[in-house]
């Protein structure tokens, strides 16, 4: 039902930037959570950045001070703004979209949408 798209992806030599781009198919402003994700080389899916509904934001360590998750309301755009980049950047970035509600026995109905990935190499 939803569909999360993402983009801005490239190839992006040691130090330079780029910022990506989200969409949904519903507003942005509409999810308790959207996120950024990144799935290294052989690795794992790891969360990088994330902006609840009320603004506070969160990163991963590994780019704290490097990244910058922020939502734009005209343009119904999640963005991911990244300065200083490493080859350990490199990876496939992925939007995420949350989203909760409370069932008829007090449980938490949690929805997850995926975008399908843009791809960023840091490398020269």
């Known amino acids: 039902q939803v569909h999360v798209t993402e983009s801005g992806g490239g190839l992006v030599q040691p130090g330079g930037s780029l910022t990506l781009s989200c969409t949904a198919s519903?507003?942005?402003?509409?999810?308790?959570?959207m996120a950024w994700y990144r799935q290294k080389p052989g690795a794992q899916r790891e969360m990088v950045a994330s902006i609840a509904a009320g603004g506070t934001t969160t990163y991963d360590d590994s780019v704290q001070g490097r990244f910058t998750i922020s939502k734009d309301r005209p343009s119904d755009t999640l963005y991911l703004r990244m300065i200083s980049l490493r080859p350990e950047d490199t990876a496939v970035y992925y939007c995420?979209?949350?989203?909760?509600?409370?069932?008829?026995?007090?449980?938490?109905?949690?929805?997850?949408?995926w975008g399908q990935g843009t791809t960023v190499t840091v490398s020269l």
């Open positions: 519903k507003s942005i402003f509409a999810f308790n959570t």
């Open positions: 995420h979209a949350h989203e909760e509600y409370i069932g008829v026995d007090l449980e938490t109905l949690s929805y997850d949408y």
